[in-house]
């Protein structure tokens, strides 16, 4: 039996490159971030955001096998999300948002969306590509195959 392929992709960083969620950084406080988030000026960032450069060479591949995409990004943001991907051709079967609040919720909520990929996708091979390291390192628990981004571009990949 051939294996099939899943993939679950971040977006912000990952995919797109630089994310415009950098220069939210700047805000401490969590309230201002949000609303920061929603001006037409931080939409506008959003839809302007390049994709990263070490995506050109795989879009081909990805056409085949799922694509699952879980971010940081909140719900009132799926739209754009949704946009920016199809705009850039990169197939997808589902979008996450999984919001951001803080860490421990963020970690929580990002570790049940990776089960519930594996639970229905059990016999495939699951790529994971993400710049964070916390997520790596709970991908690396997960036993999936590990595609490290780093400044838009892909720094590991696992030997065939």
């Known amino acids: 039996m051939v294996k099939k392929t899943t993939r679950i992709l971040d977006f912000d960083d990952t995919l797109c490159y630089p994310s415009p969620f950098r220069t939210l950084k700047i805000y401490g406080d969590i309230e201002e971030q949000h609303r920061v988030a929603q001006t037409k ?11 990263a450069p070490w995506l050109a060479g ?6 085949t096998g799922k694509n699952f995409i879980v971010t940081g990004r909140h719900e009132y943001h799926r739209d754009i999300t949704e946009d920016w991907l199809k705009r850039h051709n990169i197939p997808f079967v589902k979008l996450h948002c999984v919001g951001f609040e803080n860490m421990k919720q963020y970690l ?12 229905e996708n059990p016999d495939d091979i699951v790529e994971f590509y993400e710049d964070s390291p916390e997520m790596l390192k709970m991908g690396r628990s997960k036993g ?7 400044d838009g571009q892909l720094v590991e990949e696992p030997s065939l």
């Open 41 to 51: 000026e931080f939409i506008k960032l959003m839809m302007e955001c390049p994709p």
């Open 58 to 63: 795989r879009l081909l591949a990805f056409r």
């Open 144 to 150: 999936f195959k590990i595609f490290r981004v780093e």
């Open 108 to 119: 929580r909520e990002k570790d049940k969306i990776f089960s519930q990929i594996l639970e």
